[in-house]
């Protein structure tokens, strides 16, 4: 759906390869971010020009889509913990298309790597994040950061969303006067309330954020497993379907929905929701999956401190119709727009935001805090590996 090919290519915004290089010191610099989702369908990278602060500019944009064998090797590991066959062999992929998709960038002082997350236990066994970043500095000649998400599950924090400070940083950019939301739709769903008044990310009410609820990943399931197809594109089976709200009313029941924020999930945590509706026909069930999407991030605006008038989106489920107008159905309202509107990229948001955060780790700033984890204080994740 974005398009093949492994070399940076320009995507909106300003120019950036070929430019900044160089160490990391107090002024701005070019960083280049990798995110594969838990959508599973490959690798977004993309640079931006910042000071760990402010985002000053966006650079080019790559995606390297994985293939059917290579998904089917991440999959194989999902839930599985460091040390095990399967999640070695996932992580080979992983290291391998990054790296692949890396080199054709040019001109940045470093790189944020996410890694792919294959089981996520906060106040448990942790999170688990498959990828070498030190072989990935080796291999590309550039310092690496990466495991973002592990001292901030080590003070207690929930390790996840990550991307809350970027939109902060997006929303001053903007101009924003008053509180809004970010949205993104990737495998699991993840709001951020944001009040660019304050003047850090880390001010106390100046973010929430959480996981929503199951967003793509149990649609994409469904699609795989009855139609052997990647996704619902545009979400033309559900628009033929009807969306069962009696067993939406059910899901909403879970008792995650009745948690305080922060709060995360693991790509799986609701894996009875595909298999409830197992007798449903295929539109249906696709039609059933999109509205408890829609639903379960209406239920989390129940938390805002305040409401807003705006919620953009990100993520692939912005571009499904079908949720779009179920999201706006029911958050009436709130003016619902896809990230485009505001001259962003949609499908980038979460590699430019770990270019931006690598840069923070990198300064010494905070990556999450008390509203945006539950983590206890401000704290700044990530490991750095140089380029030996």
Not at 133 to 143: D, E, F, K, S
Request: hydrophobic share 45%; with cysteine.
């Amino acid at each position: 759906a974005r398009g093949g090919g492994g070399r940076a290519r320009e995507r909106g915004g300003g120019g950036g390869g070929g430019r900044g290089g160089g160490e990391v010191g107090g002024g701005a610099v070019w960083a280049v971010g990798a995110m594969s989702g838990t959508s599973l369908d490959g690798v977004d990278a993309a640079m931006v020009l910042t000071d760990g602060h402010r985002v000053l500019e966006f650079g080019p944009t790559a995606y390297r889509p994985y293939t059917a064998a290579e998904q089917a090797r991440i999959r194989a590991a999902l839930g599985h913990w460091p040390g095990s066959p399967e999640a070695a062999a996932a992580a080979e992929v992983i290291e391998n298309a990054h790296a692949e998709l890396l080199s054709g960038f040019s001109g940045a002082a470093l790189v944020g790597f996410h890694g792919q997350t294959l089981a996520h236990d906060p106040g448990g066994r942790g999170t688990h994040q498959a990828g070498d970043g030190a072989l990935l500095a080796r291999a590309l000649g550039l310092p690496v950061v990466w495991d973002f998400r592990s001292a901030d599950v080590g003070f207690g924090g929930q390790g996840a969303p990550l991307a809350p400070f970027f939109h902060f940083a997006l929303a001053r950019r903007m101009g924003a006067d008053r509180p809004m939301a970010f949205l993104n739709l990737g495998g699991v769903g993840n709001l951020t309330w944001v009040d660019p008044r304050h003047p850090t990310p880390d001010t106390p009410g100046a973010c929430l954020a959480f996981d929503t609820g199951p967003a793509n990943a149990p649609l994409n399931d469904l699609m795989q497993a009855r139609r052997g197809l990647a996704l619902d594109e545009d979400g033309a089976l559900a628009a033929g379907g009807c969306a069962d709200e009696a067993r939406i009313a059910d899901f909403l029941t879970h008792p995650f929905f009745f948690r305080m924020p922060p709060k995360s999930l693991d790509r799986n945590a609701f894996h009875g929701l595909l298999a409830s509706l197992h007798n449903l026909p295929d539109a249906d069930a696709a039609a059933t999956l999109t509205a408890a999407a829609a639903a379960a991030v209406a239920r989390g605006t129940d938390h805002f401190p305040v409401a807003v008038a705006r919620m953009l989106v990100a993520g692939g489920g912005r571009r499904n119709p079908v949720l779009m107008a179920d999201l706006a159905r029911r958050l009436p309202g709130v003016a619902v727009a896809p990230v485009e509107d505001e001259g962003l990229d949609g499908d980038m948001l979460e590699a430019q935001a770990f270019a931006y955060l690598a840069v923070r780790v990198a300064k010494g700033l905070p990556t999450s805090c008390p509203g945006t984890t539950g983590v206890g204080a401000a704290v700044g994740g990530g490991t750095i590996s140089a380029a030996d």
